[in-house]
């Protein structure tokens, strides 16, 4: 589990390190990414599930109400 969130960290960071250039200002680029880690009786829809709340949940972190 440890190894996954490392590997989602990475993938944020990844994308956060490539601006994309345009021909007004350059953009960064952010993405909130939800894993779940999978097991010998995952199911598709619950895996799904919660790699979404995953993904919302990091969503709220980096912008609260």
């Known amino acids: 589990a440890d190894q996954l969130e490392e590997k989602t960290a990475s993938m944020r960071a990844l ?6 250039p345009t021909n007004g200002p350059t953009l960064t680029v952010s993405v ?7 097991e ?6 619950d895996l ?3 790699a979404d709340k995953a993904m919302y949940a990091h969503k709220r972190s980096k912008y609260p109400a």
Do not use: F
Not at 32 to 38: N, Q
């Open 48 to 50: 799904l599930d919660v």
């Open 15 to 20: 994308l956060a390190d490539m601006p994309v």
């Open 32 to 38: 909130s990414v939800g894993s779940a880690l999978i």
């Open 40 to 45: 010998g009786n995952s199911r598709a829809a």
